[in-house]
């Protein structure tokens, strides 16, 4: 970070720090682009300065080592994500609005960085083997699924669902996009990740409308998360019935 004077003002930021700056993050690109062209098992700490055309040396003034490159990456990968998600979620009217909007950030994010779309597949399999090295990893997936579950409590609606609801809703969300984007690459990477973004979107809005299903209706019509499932139907005492001539 830039120093500050006495008074709080940013100092200059010198020549070497400038190049210090650039060059972490072009070996962040770098990574990424090593990651998702040949994956996070098979990379190597050669690959990336083969590639880059640096010394180990190079990488090692930034970086502990791959597993801290990749933490790096992955993190960084978050943050334009959360960013992106951020933005399309401002002027949200209710939690039904929220939850679209989600779904669309997520499904155009992974679309325009179909690279970090892989990477983070690959970073939840990993995640799976639940091993000590990867600590780092969880919590930046931990973040974002929480900073989702927060967003949701935009709207009145989202506020009345307790913390673990709203928890429940973002993983529901979150692993919903991630992992329908990740199949369809699979089965075709050349094809758009969401044929029909729009159906997708209110797929999975209709999703969250039954709510868990039957049992997550309330006497309102609401689902278990607070959004209405349909128009309440009319009932006979609403219903009026002709006078007798």
Known sequence: MPEQSP??????VSRRERRKILTRADLLLA?????SDKGLYESRIEDLTNSAGIAKGTLYQYFDGRDDLILAVVADGYQELRRHVEARLRGARSLEDAVRRQVEAHLTFFEQNR???????QVRGLLKFDQERWRGLRLVLENHVEAMAQEL??????RRLRAPQRRTLALLLYG???GYVSVRAALDPR?????DPAGVTEAFVALVRRGGGETGMDRRGQGAFGIPTAAPAATSRSVRRPRRA
């Open 153 to 158: 409590a935009c709207a009145p609606a989202g």
């Open 7 to 12: 008074t709080g003002a940013r100092l200059p």
């Open 191 to 195: 094809q758009p990740l969401a044929a």
């Open 176 to 178: 919903g996009v991630s």
């Open 115 to 121: 690279d970090l779309m892989g990477i983070f597949h």
């Open 31 to 35: 990574g990424r682009k090593l990651f």
